[in-house]
């Protein structure tokens, strides 16, 4: 399954092409299938992103009460915490959404002491609510998973190098990420997971990714990012990331 990629000229107007994709989808799938399920990015681009869903006139353009909200990853760290994706998406999302139902909302446990057992429990919670039995092999199709990507290609917490990559039956997983990172233990989607969604959304800004990017749309196998396959897989990138190489 082919990827699209579109170079925007800032991060600013990156960030409003995703909050402009994001409120299609949600109003396409709600149309369609009477809700829309997504699942949020950690990284940077929220701080922008969010911002634009919580105003008018996006806001308004969805109805929040039909929206059920998951995480692709987060730390292993308290709701409270800076560094947590949950607590970002709290500040400058959740509280500011009309009609919002907080059943809806289901925060990955990352920061529970039984890791493997919370991970479980996120799974189950995707069973439930996409109506799966225990053991079955269907794999929740979640309307879009919002995406970013690392200098080092990770996108979610699927590092390169990791055993995490090669994850065929769970859905959620632990993930460890570098010794750079300031939070090391991780929950994330799995592969499978990811690519069974209908979109996968990437929203991605900075020189930083060029070298990434370059290897990506050279359709490198060797980063996490490149094995995200989903039916519909859209990279947004500002000139920066896209560096000197070309959509295809």
């Keep these: 399954m082919s990827a699209r990629f579109i170079v925007l000229p800032t991060p600013a107007a990156v960030a409003e092409a995703a909050a402009d994709r994001i409120v299609a989808s949600a109003r396409n799938a709600i ?23 919580a105003a008018p006139p996006r806001r308004d353009a969805i109805d929040w009460s039909r929206v059920e909200f998951f995480w692709g990853d987060e730390r292993a760290v308290a709701p409270d915490d800076p ?10 999302l959740l509280d500011h959404l009309p009609g919002i139902r907080e059943a809806s909302v289901h925060r990955m446990p990352a920061d529970d002491p039984d890791h493997a057992a919370a991970a479980g429990r996120y799974e189950n919670e995707l069973r439930r609510i996409f109506a799966l039995p225990p053991g079955g ?3 929740p199709r979640i309307d879009l998973i919002w995406l970013g990507m690392g200098p080092d290609g990770h996108t979610a917490s699927l590092f390169p190098g990791s055993r995490v990559l090669f994850e065929r039956a769970r859905w959620v997983a632990l993930a460890t990420a570098p010794k750079t990172s300031p939070v090391a233990a ?6 499978p997971l990811i690519n069974a969604a209908r979109t996968a959304l990437f929203v991605v800004a900075g020189a930083d990714k060029a070298a990434a990017m370059r290897s990506i749309q050279a359709r490198s196998p060797a980063l996490p990012a490149a094995r995200v396959r989903a039916a519909s897989t859209l990279w947004l990138l500002d000139a920066a990331a896209a560096g000197a190489a070309s959509p295809p």
């Design 137 to 139: 092999r269907r794999r």
């Design 83 to 92: 560094e947590s994706n949950y607590g970002l998406a709290r500040r400058l």
């Design 31 to 53: 149309r369609r299938r009477g809700r829309f399920v997504i699942a949020l990015s950690g990284g940077s681009a929220p701080r922008l992103v969010y911002p634009l869903l």
């Design 186 to 191: 991780r929950m994330t989607f799995t592969l």
